[in-house]
Structures are given as C-alpha cells and as structure tokens.
C-alpha cells in the first residue's frame, strides 16, 4: 500500500539516498537539497513515499508565502521504482491531502516541459499550463 510518511531521524538517509535516473537529474532538485530548504521555510513539508516499509520517492509541499496558494515544490520516484503506478498514486495522496483544506480551491507547480512523463502525468490530473515562467520551470495549475 502506497504511504505518505513525515522525513525523520530513521528515515533521512533513505530520502537523500533515491534519485531519479541520470537523463532526469536537470528536472529534480536534489532531496537533500529540499529537506535542507524545510529547515529554512518551515512552510514546506517533506513527506516521504512508501509502498508499505520501502520507501520509493519523495515530494514536497507547502502553502507559499508569496501568494498564500499551494504549490507542489517536488516530485520524484526512484529510478529503481518508476513505471508502476508510484507518481500517481502519491499525486493522488498528495492532492487528497490538499484537498481538505477548504479555504483554497487550487494549486500549482512548476515542471519541466522537456520532462514528458511529468507533464503527462499532472495532466492526467486536471493540472494545465498557464503561461507562467519561473526560470526553466513552466507553471501548471489545477483549480477544483
């Protein structure tokens, strides 16, 4: 069963040690370089992914403090797990979490648009470009 579960004292090292595959390493900020920026911006919420007690990817949340909106800041599966339904179903625990906040009714996050398998995937969830440019990241939003 796919989980989300807080970074901890047991499990950081396993959160630093996943990474993508090499052709996707320019898309993704490194897990140690987000669990780093939490410290900084206690806004942002690391959160592991686990299928039961393997842990097989890791995201990041947080309610941002420019626009008082939520943004996804990170996505990955490990490149030992990807192509089996992990993305999805932690998109899915993801947005069911952000979902019961009922005071917002959107959220965005910025991808890559050369990472196919990403912007297939956040379209898949009703997420649609919309114009907005932050450096090499294309802004997608789903509003529900």
Not at 2 to 19: C, G, H, Q
Not at 29 to 45: D, G, L
Request: with cysteine; glycine share 6%; charged share 30%.
């Amino acid at each position: 069963m796919v989980l989300l579960k807080e970074i901890t004292r047991e499990n950081f090292w396993d959160a630093v040690s996943i990474e993508v595959a090499p052709e996707q390493m320019d898309y993704v900020t490194s897990n140690a370089v987000s669990i780093a920026q939490s410290k900084v911006q206690p806004e942002c919420i690391p959160l592991a992914v686990y299928d039961d007690d393997l842990m097989v990817g890791f995201l990041m949340y947080c309610i941002d403090e420019d626009d008082g909106e939520y943004w996804i800041y990170r996505m990955m599966v490990d490149k030992n797990y990807q192509s089996r339904g992990y993305g999805k179903k932690s998109m899915e625990l993801l947005l069911d979490k952000i979902k019961e906040d009922k005071n917002h009714n959107k959220v965005f996050l910025g991808v890559h648009k050369e990472s196919k398998a990403a912007v297939k995937l956040y379209e898949s969830f009703g997420f649609k470009f919309n114009g907005q440019v932050f450096g090499s990241e294309h802004i997608m939003r789903l509003d529900y």
